[in-house]
């Protein structure tokens, strides 16, 4: 079992930046593909992006890509979401997950393990 907590999250204007961390602890991050989703109020959780368990393979949904990015630090037990080029539609409830499966999963019921969330709002 693994347990994960999100940081970082916040108030921040359209166009600004902002990273996410994930900090997993109980088990070695490097045995779990990572993912991000996020629930904006009143819609369902969707996949925001996820990464490998060596951090060599990503993927985004077309909502972020080429604006958010990515990555862990499998040393630190802990994935990290950066965030740029943020936009009001972004604001939500972002949650990290981690699952055992040998490839990258976008479905959220294919993860395992979540964290309590953390709020970003962008304001306009």
């Known amino acids: 079992q693994v347990q994960l907590v999100e940081s970082g999250g916040g108030l921040v204007q359209a166009g600004d930046s902002l990273r996410l961390s994930c900090a997993a602890s109980?088990?070695?991050?490097?045995?779990?593909?990572m993912g991000w989703f996020r629930q904006a109020p009143g819609k369902e959780r969707e996949f925001v992006a996820a990464?490998?368990?060596?951090?060599?393979?990503?993927y985004y949904s077309d909502s972020v890509k080429g604006r958010f990015t990515i990555a862990r630090d499998n040393a630190k037990n802990t994935a990290f979401l950066q965030m740029s080029s943020l936009k009001p539609e972004d604001t939500a409830v972002y949650y990290c997950?981690?699952?055992?499966?040998?490839?990258?999963?976008?479905?959220?019921?294919?993860?395992?393990?979540w964290g309590q969330g953390t709020q970003v709002t962008v304001s306009s």
């Open positions: 997950a981690a699952h055992n499966k040998l490839i990258i999963r976008s479905r959220s019921s294919d993860y395992d393990y």
């Open positions: 109980g088990r070695t991050l490097s045995s779990f593909v």
């Open positions: 990464i490998s368990r060596s951090g060599s393979s990503t």
